[in-house]
């Protein structure tokens, strides 16, 4: 048995992948991806099922490979115990109050043991310290802007779950004004008119100057919120990821003239492994230190 190659999984709203690591290169083995559509509305029968199986097809391309697998999930979520808290998000509710782990364990024939879970915001920043953008740093931030805000914090050989999106910003929280349902909302305030993501508010710059305004006051609320947990956390990087991330150079400009004038002097850097940053920092799990605080 290879004990230095795992699977690394990655569980998303609507999909399974899955990808071999091999922990001594830091890196995947990408000729075994695996992506499968999981209908998360389905029994919880089908659900283990399928993500079951999309990991035992991962796991053939290298029968000698360890039994260890490191998992990607989003919360609510007892990481530890594997019981999933997940209610009123439109996705896997099939599954709540059920113990997970021991479940897709059962279906793979290993034991609990063998799996561990971590937050996906959590797996995100793991992934880029272990072999991504943030390889060999300390006191990182990671940040995924997407359809959510997830956010995650790497000291001294640990990870602590963030806990940014629930921060107290304006008149709810930073998630409402760092995410994609943002820029929709906020696109339709100023134009009257509906885009269905934020690539498309993105298509329409320079023409449209309520895009450009748009991403400049997206950059201000990052900058503003990212600013108190820099000082919270005391850390010299960030690392950015997400579907938002593709817009980068329209905000990431803005967010560092407000550090800037905050006198905080911090690296930002954007995700290079992009979707692989979970599935690497989930098989990493079986390498590095591993502390997670419970917080979403």
């Known amino acids: ?30 000729h075994s991806i695996i992506r499968r559509s999981v209908n998360s509305k ?26 260890k697998i490191g998992i990607a999930m989003p919360g609510p979520f007892d990481y530890e115990k594997g019981i999933s808290y997940i209610k009123g998000l439109d996705k896997y509710e ?33 992934g880029e310290v272990f072999g991504g953008a943030a390889k060999g740093k300390d006191n990182v931030i990671g940040l ?29 929280t930073a998630e409402d004004y760092l995410s994609t349902r943002w820029f929709i909302k906020r696109y339709k305030e100023l134009t009257g008119k509906t885009a269905a993501n934020v690539k498309e508010i993105r298509d329409v710059i320079p023409s449209d100057e309520a895009a450009t305004f748009l991403f400049t006051e997206f950059g201000r609320n990052l900058g503003i919120v990212l600013s108190s947990y820099i000082k919270r956390h005391q850390v010299d990087v960030v690392v950015i990821g997400g579907n938002i991330i593709n817009a980068s150079g329209l905000f990431i400009p803005v967010v560092e ?13 954007n995700s290079c492994l992009n979707e692989d940053s979970a599935l690497l920092g989930a098989g990493s799990l079986w390498r590095e230190s591993k502390r997670s605080v419970n917080s979403r």
Do not use: R
């Open 42 to 67: 389905g029994t919880a029968d089908q659900v283990i099922k399928d993500w079951a199986g999309a990991i035992a097809n991962c796991k053939a391309f290298h029968p000698k490979a360890s039994c």
């Open 257 to 269: 003239s407000v550090l800037h004038e905050q006198s905080l002097k911090v690296s930002i850097l």
């Open 94 to 126: 099939v599954l709540f109050n059920l113990n997970v782990k021991e479940l897709l364990a059962q279906e793979l024939h290993i034991q609990p043991t063998d799996i561990y879970m971590m937050n996906d915001a959590s797996c995100f920043l793991k």
């Open 144 to 172: 995924t802007l997407g359809t959510g805000l997830g956010s995650a914090v790497w000291k001294h050989n640990m990870i602590i779950e963030g806990d940014l999106y629930c921060t107290p910003y304006k008149e709810s």
């Open 1 to 30: 048995m290879h004990n230095n190659i795992v699977v690394g999984v990655d569980i998303g709203g609507s999909h399974i992948t899955a990808a071999l690591i091999d922990l001594d290169a830091h890196s995947i083995i990408h």
